[in-house]
Structures are given as C-alpha cells and as structure tokens.
C-alpha cells in the first residue's frame, strides 16, 4: 500500500471518529489523543488477522496479556491477534487510557483485519439506556464502513459469579442489533463464570487465568459450531 494511501486512510478514520464523537454526545465523547494500546500474538504467519475490542475482561486485566482468552484462542486457532481492549472502555465510557469503543475502532481498521471480535461492556452500566444504544449502533456502522469485508463478531459480554444485571442483557442487545445490520453475527456464551468466585481476582470483576481459559473455552465452542469460519488465510 502507498504511502499516500495509507495517509488517506488513517485521515478518513480519524474524521470519522470525529463524526462519531459528536454524534453520540459532543465532541469530548472522543478524546482527541486517546493511547490505544496494541498486543500483538502472531501465532501463525498465515493466519487471519483477527483484532479484539473490548474492555478489561477481554484484555485480561492483572495477567500477562498471553493468558486473556482472545490470546489463548488466538493459539489455539493460528491467528494473528491483535488485542486492542483496555481498563475501563465501554461504547460510551472514556477508560483508563482515554478510549472509548470508537478509538479502538479506527485503530483496528489500520490493522486491515479479516475479523473483528467485539463485546459490550459493563463499563457502560448506569450510562442512559438511549445513549448506549445510538453510540453502539454508530460505532459498529462506523467500523463497517472502515472494514466493508471483514467479519464483525460480537461475543457476548461476560459478568462475574453474580446475577447478571438487567441492563447488561440489554447492552448486549443493542451490539447484537447493530452488528447484525451490518452483515455480523454473535456468539452467546452465557456466563461462564456464573457462581464461580474462585475464577476471579480479590476486586469479583476481572476472571483469573483459569477464568479467562473457562471463557475462551465457551467462545471457542461457539466457534466450533462453525468449522473452518475463522480460520481463513486474509
């Protein structure tokens, strides 16, 4: 790709986030210079270039980054892995490193992925019902805009050992929603962690590394569902 080219690019993501910012609530719901931090796991050379956005949960808060089950997958399934999920984002919540949903987004498009896995968030929990839903539906549109051929794959949020909370089920109704206009589909693994306290750290949110493996094994049952859906050469 020209040097020209991908400068065209990164300038069409940028604006479009920017046009995302303000209509899902000002142009402060995207911050102008967020840190998006990538981890990479090229388990295969040839694999398809799969890049995850999420939150804590998906970036395996408080272990090495090997052991959050979008990297344990990515081992199992040959892909070249890109983790872009960070403490604290959420569709509409600003995290701990600046971003929102929508920042990940535009640095997943640069990525030129085959797959994108998304997730709702609990971090949204408390935001209005509304807003959630109007900035989940912009950004999946915005991200299909920026990767017309790949696949967009939503996972179900995971939850700790409690009860569920009514309005997370709803959050992830509105990714389901969304990524189904576009063309996507969902994975529904329920909540593998459900009544299972020693899965998680001391803070009951972030699943320890036996945690991470019992939901990596619920996505990847999913997926089997399906053989040979993702493991396509990009």
Same mark, same amino acid.
């Given at each position: 790709?020209?040097?020209?080219? /991908?400068?065209?690019?990164?300038?069409?993501?940028? #604006?479009?986030?920017?046009?995302?910012?303000?209509? %899902?609530?000002?142009?402060?719901? %995207?911050? *102008?210079?967020?840190?998006?931090?990538?981890?990479?796991?090229?388990?295969?050379? =040839?694999?398809?270039?799969?890049?995850?956005? #999420?939150?804590?949960?998906?970036?395996?808060?408080?272990?090495?980054?090997?052991? @959050?089950?979008?990297?344990?997958?990515?081992?199992?399934?040959?892909?070249?892995?890109?983790?872009?999920?960070?403490?604290?984002?959420?569709? /509409?919540?600003?995290?701990?490193?600046?971003?929102?949903?929508?920042?990940?987004? /535009?640095?997943?498009?640069?990525?030129?992925?085959?797959?994108?896995?998304?997730?709702?968030?609990?971090?949204?929990?408390?935001?209005? =019902?509304?807003?959630?839903?109007?900035?989940?539906?912009?950004?999946?549109?915005?991200?299909?805009?920026?990767?017309?051929?790949?696949? %967009?794959?939503n996972v179900s949020p995971v939850w700790n050992d409690t009860v569920e909370p009514a309005q997370l089920a709803t959050i992830d109704d509105d990714v389901v929603k969304a990524v189904a206009s576009v063309g996507g589909e969902t994975l529904r693994i329920g909540q593998p962690l459900a009544g299972l306290r020693d899965?998680?750290?001391?803070? =009951?949110?972030?699943?320890?590394?036996?945690?991470?493996?019992? %939901?990596? @094994?619920?996505?990847?049952?999913?997926?089997?569902?399906? *053989?040979?859906?993702?493991?396509?050469?990009?």
């Amino acid at each position: 790709m020209s040097v020209s080219r /991908v400068t065209r690019l990164v300038a069409s993501a940028a #604006g479009l986030a920017l046009t995302l910012g303000v209509a %899902i609530g000002g142009a402060a719901a %995207i911050t *102008p210079h967020p840190r998006v931090v990538e981890r990479t796991t090229d388990a295969s050379p =040839d694999g398809p270039v799969v890049v995850a956005i #999420g939150d804590s949960i998906m970036e395996g808060h408080g272990l090495d980054q090997a052991q @959050a089950w979008p990297a344990l997958l990515a081992q199992e399934d040959d892909w070249r892995l890109t983790n872009l999920a960070s403490d604290g984002s959420g569709f /509409v919540t600003v995290g701990d490193n600046g971003d929102t949903f929508a920042d990940q987004m /535009v640095v997943a498009a640069r990525l030129k992925p085959s797959i994108v896995l998304v997730s709702g968030s609990s971090n949204d929990l408390g935001q209005p =019902d509304a807003r959630i839903a109007q900035a989940t539906q912009a950004t999946i549109l915005a991200l299909r805009k920026l990767v017309p051929s790949a696949d %967009i794959v939503n996972v179900s949020p995971v939850w700790n050992d409690t009860v569920e909370p009514a309005q997370l089920a709803t959050i992830d109704d509105d990714v389901v929603k969304a990524v189904a206009s576009v063309g996507g589909e969902t994975l529904r693994i329920g909540q593998p962690l459900a009544g299972l306290r020693d899965l998680l750290q001391d803070d =009951d949110v972030h699943p320890t590394a036996e945690g991470q493996q019992r %939901i990596a @094994a619920a996505v990847q049952k999913q997926l089997s569902r399906e *053989p040979g859906r993702f493991d396509s050469v990009d």
